[in-house]
């Protein structure tokens, strides 16, 4: 007669049930650093694109009129580097890509979404330049084509438009993330032409995207 023996089943001992979280953690970290990856990474590409297809345009305009577009005249006063960079985010490129229907009568100007703004607004707002050159009757030109979506720029808190970054500054904040743009000031890197940069907060740390060596 044939006695069955009874079947053991081997437990995990303590050291492999660590070894198995251990092994999962690291697989979950690796997980979440290329999904952090392809996500700053979507951004750089985001951000680049905008930025060549605005070069694109500025290069265009000085094909036409031999120089860049002006940007806030401010810049000539900034102290140091960090104050040129935060008023080179106040620019009238815009108007100047897109060109500005000038109205003598009314003394406004129609943008070619259909916005209109006074002269007044562009001279306060911009550091208090003199007007949109690429206004000129019958000779106002849209270098951008076709002009992006109106995602692309929004409105400062008195009317005047500006190119913003798709990519938010600080989640945090309401306030419109706009290009900078920078022809003139002794701090630009592009002594010969002009700086034009974004900066978006990239999980946590703050990335600058520029048209110069980094």
Known sequence: MKIKQAHCVRAFTLIELLMVI???????????AGVKYAS???KKVL??????????AIDSYHASYGSYPPDNPMIATATNQDQAGVIASTNQLFYELFGATYDPNTATYAAHDGSTISAAVISSTFGGIGGIRNSLAGEVKSFWN??????????YPNGAQAFVVLVPFDPNSSSPNRWHYDASSTYRHNKQSYDLWAVYNDGGTLITNGNWKQ
């Open 47 to 56: 951000v680049g694109g905008t930025r060549e297809s605005l070069m694109s």
């Open 146 to 155: 076709p002009p992006p979506q109106t995602n692309y720029y929004l409105p």
């Open 40 to 42: 700053g990474a979507k």
């Open 22 to 32: 251990a092994i999962i953690g690291i697989l979950a970290g690796l997980v979440l």
